[in-house]
């Protein structure tokens, strides 16, 4: 893995100014019944955009909190909170404050990353508290770190992860549901000949695939066939490094749409509702999906009975 794992929250409860706090929903929605409610411009495919908002119109309406609950099974050092825009925003653990001083960036610069205290195994709350105007911008957040995450439905917790368990297959069940990095599958080739020799990697979720053998670049897969033709390789071990490009979607998608609702593409695709609205995550799958092969000059013979004819 290139990257560090995700935890993602997307589900909270809220609280405007004095009032009780309400039911756990997921983020945008609860962005656009405020926006209704206080008469700021709804977001969606057809918003104003930020420039258009003269400056006496973009001073914040009240305080905001936003909270947001998860569980880890197992002590978790040196996780990082993944947010935008961290230095306007009030950030609290466990009802403890937390220094809002960004450290890094994940994925995009204007995510920043901030340090967390040491979570021990259990429940925990991430609070955040907005001054909110129109030009605020309520997102996901993330977890970031050393760990494996389990989901059931909606709901996701922080487990351990033994990457040497790791298989082929789909990774999105095996810890990942969220990793938005590369990952690589490290193997050994054991040649016992002269013949030229090709890897066909057959199905793979993701965007590309690269081949490297004994550290050096040997091609990438695009198009079908995938396969990359490696040539003579002296006889004994090789190391050959499989890459699976990683892809954005399980962490920034449009994960609640409903699957094969539509083919258009649109701001509106995160704010659906009704039976094109999911609770549940609806995630792609994630990795190289059946293991590679190796090919050799010749034709390949079935070990299974075929009917004549």
Known sequence: MHEPNVLLLDYCSSQWQDES??????????DQELRARLGFFIK???FRQPWTIPEPKRASAG???LRFDFETEFDVKGAKLAI?????????????????????WWVDRAIKTVALPNLE?????????YEYGPLTNLERIYVLGD?????????????????????WGDLSRQGFPFYTGNITYRC??????????????????????????????AGLLIHEPHVVELGRLTQGVHQVDVTLYGSRYNAFGEIHLV??????????????????WTEEYSLDPLGVVNAPRLLKPGKEVSRLPQRRG
């Open 21 to 30: 706090w309400t039911e756990p929903e997921e983020v945008l929605r609860v």
């Open 44 to 46: 969606g495919a057809k």
């Open 63 to 65: 305080k905001l909190k």
């Open 84 to 104: 935008e825009k961290p230095h306007n925003t009030i950030i609290l653990l466990d009802d403890e404050p937390v220094d809002s001083h960004a450290d890094g």
């Open 121 to 129: 195994s259990g429940k925990h709350t991430i609070t955040l508290e």
């Open 147 to 167: 760990f494996g995450v389990t989901l059931h439905g909606r709901t996701a917790r922080i487990t351990q992860l033994d990457k040497s368990k790791l298989e």
């Open 188 to 217: 050994e080739l054991h040649n016992e000949d002269d013949l030229s020799t090709a890897i066909r990697v057959a199905r793979y979720a993701g965007p590309t695939v690269s081949i490297d053998v004994d550290g050096k670049r």
């Open 259 to 276: 699957p094969g609702k539509t083919n258009w593409i649109g701001a509106d695709m995160w704010r659906t509702e009704f039976d094109w």
